[in-house]
DNA sequence: TCGAATTAGTGGCATATGCCACTTTCGGCG
DNA sequence: CGCCGAAAGTGGCATATGCCACTAATTCGA
């Protein structure tokens, strides 16, 4: 019943599975804004940093640096975010929001909070504290297969 | 200051960049079978099911059934799943292993094995078990956006 | 100072997911 | 019966993510 019931042991597929269910309580969330919550997430981000390179929130935001280039177009395309080339390194390219990415996450914020708030509701704060200090512990661990073929 | 820093208090941001994660972490371990994390847990999920109904399979999962259309296509077209109609209600759509299959289902299960005991190693069984649970709980909370402003 | 090694991104390709508009079947109901 | 509404999938469209191969810009070592 443990294993046959679903695969419920993969830590992965568990997660993978609530990721799909929460993303969408969210998204509809945020819906009237037209952000998603992968796009909302991304121009927060953005919004925290100075003037962040794509290095940077790639890596704080644990994703691949070109599906990080993926991601911000159509934000580009919409005007939400711009960027420009560092002025010591010209292989590094800088992010920032543009004034309607800025007004475009003030009010996606609105209504973010109204999911937080609902979901917080639900499962209680501290449960849901508790829950994203574990999975910021499993996101900061050093995973490694163990060498597959240390030949030679 | 709650919000600026980093936006950590989004449990849907956080979720997600954990599953990114730990995505490629299984993913990597997967690797040599040529399926993806998600691949290996819709052939697992199709195995533990009597000829399940796509519908039954998507719900299982919590996945769009659309979705899970799509992620099938793959998967049939390397021959590892076939479908057929069901005999009652020509709607339904049944899914089964082929050999093939289910040979590259107990390859991969293999390569999982690994990467399972590896990451339980790293953060504790104990600590596993009990984050899935506590994920488990979260995709299955009915919750519910207070009812749209019906506004002006 | 020049070329190898490294770093930061880009583009193409493939899968992952969702939503919406349809189409096909069913299951009632008058 | 025959029509309507519900149920199950499909296809198209758009974003989400990753990997790989490549290019451009830097850094470093001889």
Request: with cysteine; aromatic share 6%; hydrophobic share 45%.
């Amino acid at each position: 019943m443990s294993e046959a019931d679903g695969f419920s042991r993969c830590n992965n597929a568990t997660l993978r599975r609530t990721a799909r269910r929460l993303g969408r309580f969210y998204d509809d969330a945020l819906a009237p804004s037209g952000l998603k919550g992968t796009q909302f997430g991304l121009l927060f981000q953005i919004s925290v940093g100075a003037d962040p390179a794509m290095g940077a929130i790639a890596e704080a935001l644990i994703m691949d640096l070109s599906a990080l280039g993926h991601t911000l177009k159509p934000l580009v395309r919409d005007g939400y975010v711009e960027t420009f080339p560092d002025k010591d390194d010209r292989r590094v390219k800088r992010v920032r929001l543009t004034p309607s990415g800025q007004a475009k996450l003030d009010e996606a914020i609105k209504l973010w909070s109204v999911a937080q708030r609902q979901f917080e509701a639900m499962i209680g704060a501290e449960q849901a504290a508790k829950l994203r200090a574990t999975l910021d512990e499993v996101a900061a661990l050093k995973l490694e297969l163990p060498a597959a073929t240390p030949s030679s």
